[in-house]
């Protein structure tokens, strides 16, 4: 008898990287979140440079002393917090500091509670380290976000809260008095909050709190792939409680090590102001782009994006099979969108979420395009 695979490994497909994968050059991609911009000048020059000088091993575990430092004056200044550079972990994307994190914080059977539609990572790695999801529904009537009377109206207290504000799917950012009242939630429970803060910085008229101002027990997820244009770099940064850095450092010791020497090195540039005043004239462009799908997009029923870069719609007065539908509208329009069942297992057949950091001459092309397949339909 052959081998065969682990029943932990029958997680679900990450289907919007099946879209990717049909499409070619003459696709306007708008289902993956991959800034059509590359990492800021000043990163490449000193990654040029370090190619010539330095060695480019290993470095520590939790990161290089001068990321960490970087990080942690940043996010105070940021945010008007104190934050240490011993707390501050580096980690090999934020998907990397996910699965860290998920081992070093929960044992197999915990549960932790999550909105619903959400990013399918988080569902599908905690399910594949053998946690058990408790599902906080929300729509429009909650723009999405979750809220603390969901939680305490839970039967039993989770070991743990993700919250993620900008949203991916939908874009919303959660109200600061929201934020704060399940920071309190879960101090006051003893329940692990995690803030995922990856599209920080990418905002239209609003600002972002950090769960951090609101409990030093929370743990903060940051990335260089959003804001800072580096996806490819696979660097991002945990802010963690003191009690969980030594069981991170021990995982990330036997899982990768490091992160990667050179992405660290150019990492440290991208929070200089040279780089900022680059990534927000970035943002403008998001920006623009997000006003013209808002205009000419022919849909209505979406909560408009407060940060990041999605749109995500309710299309059920077209379809109840959004995937099929966004296959039938890439094979006959060319045109690539996410369908919402990634997001959501239970509604998201209901919906389809676009992606809008490309360039604004794509998003008209892809409304022209979207508009003539509903008439045709």
Same mark, same amino acid.
């Given at each position: 008898m052959n081998a065969q695979p682990s029943q932990r490994s029958h997680v679900d497909p990450f289907r919007v990287m099946q879209i990717l994968g049909q499409t070619d050059e003459k696709s306007l991609v708008l289902c993956?979140?991959?800034?059509?911009?590359?990492?800021?000048?000043?990163?490449?020059?000193?990654?040029?440079?370090?190619?010539?000088?330095?060695?480019?091993?290993?470095?520590?575990?939790?990161?290089?002393?001068?990321?960490?430092?970087?990080?942690? +004056?940043?996010?105070?200044?940021?945010?008007?917090?104190?934050?240490?550079?011993e707390n501050v972990v580096i980690t090999t994307g934020?998907?990397?500091?996910?699965?860290?994190?998920?081992? /070093? /914080?929960? +044992?197999? =059977?915990?549960?932790?509670?999550?909105?619903?539609? =959400?990013?399918?990572?988080?569902?599908?790695?905690?399910?594949?380290?053998?946690?058990?999801?408790?599902?906080?529904?929300? =729509?429009?009537?909650?723009?999405?976000?979750?809220?603390?009377?969901?939680? /305490?109206?839970?039967?039993?207290?989770?070991?743990?809260?993700?919250?993620?504000?900008p949203d991916n799917p939908s874009g919303t950012i959660i109200d600061p008095d929201e934020l704060r009242a399940i920071a309190e939630w879960c101090d006051a429970n003893g329940c692990l909050l995690i803030s995922d803060e990856i599209y920080h910085g990418i905002t239209y008229g609003r600002t972002c709190a950090t769960a951090r101002s609101y409990s030093d027990q929370a743990v903060v997820v940051g990335s260089l792939?959003?804001?800072?244009?580096?996806?490819?770099?696979?660097?991002?940064?945990?802010?963690?409680?003191?009690?969980?850095?030594?069981p991170l450092e021990n995982l990330q010791a036997n899982l990768a090590l490091c992160p990667p020497?050179?992405?660290?090195? =150019?990492?440290?540039?991208?929070?200089?102001?040279?780089?900022r005043q680059e990534l927000a004239q970035r943002v403008e462009h998001y920006?623009?782009?997000?006003?013209?799908?808002?205009?000419?997009?022919?849909?209505?029923?979406?909560?408009?994006?407060?940060?990041?870069?999605?749109?995500?719609?309710?299309?059920?007065?077209?379809?109840?099979?959004?995937?099929?539908?966004?296959? +039938?509208?890439?094979?006959?329009? #060319?045109?690539?969108? /996410?369908? #919402?069942?990634?997001?959501?297992?239970?509604d998201g057949h209901r919906y389809i979420r676009i992606s809008f950091c490309v360039d604004v001459d794509v998003i008209e092309q892809a409304c022209q395009r979207i508009t003539e397949f509903l008439r045709a339909r």
């Open positions: 993956v979140g991959q800034p059509s911009s590359g990492a800021p000048t000043p990163v490449i020059r000193r990654v040029q440079q370090a190619l010539i000088d330095a060695p480019l091993g290993y470095t520590p575990t939790l990161g290089t002393d001068e990321l960490r430092a970087t990080i942690a +004056d940043w996010h105070n200044a940021t945010y008007g917090v104190t934050t240490r550079p934020s998907s990397g500091g996910f699965v860290a994190l998920f081992l /070093a /914080a929960l +044992d197999h =059977g915990d549960t932790i509670a999550m909105s619903r539609p =959400g990013y399918p990572a988080y569902r599908n790695t905690l399910q594949a380290l053998g946690a058990q999801i408790v599902d906080l529904p929300c =729509g429009p009537d909650t723009r999405f976000q979750p809220t603390a009377r969901m939680l /305490a109206e839970l039967e039993t207290v989770p070991k743990a809260v993700i919250v993620t504000s792939s959003k804001f800072f244009c580096m996806t490819g770099w696979r660097l991002g940064w945990l802010i963690v409680p003191d009690h969980l850095v030594e020497a050179v992405s660290q090195v =150019g990492a440290v540039e991208a929070f200089s102001e040279e780089a920006a623009a782009a997000r006003d013209v799908l808002l205009e000419k997009l022919p849909f209505t029923r979406f909560a408009p994006p407060d940060g990041g870069f999605y749109l995500y719609i309710d299309i059920s007065e077209y379809t109840d099979d959004s995937e099929q539908w966004c296959r +039938d509208l890439l094979r006959e329009t #060319g045109v690539a969108v /996410a369908p #919402g069942v990634d997001f959501d297992p239970i």
